[in-house]
């Protein structure tokens, strides 16, 4: 026990590094890469700390090349993620109870051991397994993770430091438990800092956890949890169960100390989770905590002040970096009839300046899309807008899985503005736009807030301040990370909290303490110093 009051480090946004050529940096990645695509990773499961090889292996392998594989992953059945729980809930008092600086120390170390020592192999992985240029890498795989773990320990620290009034003659402490029980953590393939954050927030707040990651992310996820028992991260306070998530599912949701679960992925597996934890509800010991981000349809609506020269930028990258498969990436655009034909232009121009092509190329802007799954529901969104009387592909389309699972920036008119790609979330580097009339203003607001049953984000172009003002206004509940002339993703741990509401998820807000206090069950203490001795009161007098 210290008898110190410690100051945890200032956090501070992890510096983006550009890869430009010649640049250290880039030589290392290279040189990493190179490594990476040359061997095979066997990737266990890790329960209590011990590597298991269950013999029920699924290739690795590369979205822009499926048939080069970079390793096996062995699946955990029954028996392995029984005992990850177990494992989980043996760990728990000595985690709990161990100073809250000491666990902080842990991620600490874990966020300069990504950013000094390990962030080649981490972009690399990424790279290769989830088919991310050597920006989107960085800013994703070193950058934003290595964010997540030094803010969350502050915001642990200021959770902790939130402390009640105490009025004369009393001694009152607010107390930040960990939930009595473990948490799932249930994490998706496209970002590798979410990944890393699902399971180790929770952590940070002294609980176990049960980790299930993404099979097309686990290479890197591997390594995250390497790095995090080299960081001196206890066994069991976090077990590797890559596996299947129904199985998964099947177990925990029924278990009696299913404390939580902190989940990103689609709306309708959140939706089967919650569900599943209704129907157990009578099970548990406590009421869990379910935190979830899900889908999006997140849109850019420009105003006929808006600039076209950061309209269209905010337009490409915002929908199609890392192949749209981000939950904030645009894929609606709204745009006014008098300023399309000139944004039409730009993109057409643009777009065809885009190269399409494997991560180890460092020009190509688009990659491929992560597996066959994604491109066959990609590739029948654009067929069927090829056929449609209600919409027409008027850039790209080209598309191609013969050797990687290859999509070309599309952008497809829709002639309705409930037309499917309009409303339904897709996944992929498509773009559909819907031209107004500038008189319809207000009631093209009214058709983008009532058009999908997401609420994650959304950007407005508009030079006029009363304009933005009014959209602001307007677009409440819309979004919950707005832009003002700006793509609709690229969230900053520390500055734009991240999530949102209706169907895309609780808003609990990852990078913020909104999202560490989930994790926590709060005891109040009430001390008094000198208790009363006569039970009467004076207006008994």
Known sequence: MANSIFTIPQPYNEPVKMYAPGSPERGALSAELGRQMAGQVEIPVIVNGEEIKTGDVRDVVCPHDHGHVLGKVHMAGEKEIKAAVDAALSAKAAWETMDWQERAAVFLKTADLISQKYSAKINAATMLGQSKNAFQAEIDATCELVDFLRFNVTYMEEIYANQPFSEKGVYNRLEYCPLEGFVFALTPFNFTAIAGNLPTSPAMMGNTVVWKPSTTAVLSNYYVMQILKEAGLPPGVINFIPGYGSQTGDILFTHKYFAGMHFTGSTAVFQNLWKKAAENIETYISYPR??????????????????????????????????GQKCSACSRLYVPASLWPAVQDQLKEKI????????????????????????????????????????????????????????????????????????????????????????DFDATLDILDNTSPYALTGAVFAMDREVINALMARLTHTAGNFYINDKPTGAVVGQQPFGGARKSGTNDKAGSYLNLIRWASSRTIKETLVPPVNYAYPFMG
């Open 290 to 323: 379910i935190v979830g981000e899900t889908g999006g349809k997140d849109y850019i609506f420009a105003h006929a002040s808006a600039d076209v020269d950061a309209l269209v930028t905010g337009i490409i990258r915002g929908a199609f970096e890392f192949q």
């Open 352 to 439: 065809a300046e885009i190269k399409v092509g494997p991560v180890t190329d460092f020009t190509n802007f688009v990659n491929a899309v992560i597996d066959e799954k994604s491109f066959d529901n990609i590739d029948a969104y654009i067929s069927r807008a090829q056929e449609s009387s209600d919409a027409e592909v008027i850039i790209g389309g080209q598309r191609d899985k013969s050797k990687g699972y290859f999509v070309h920036p599309t952008v497809i008119q829709a002639k309705t503005p409930d037309y499917e790609s309009m409303v339904e979330e897709i996944f992929g580097p498509v773009l559909t736009v819907y031209i107004y009339e500038d008189k």
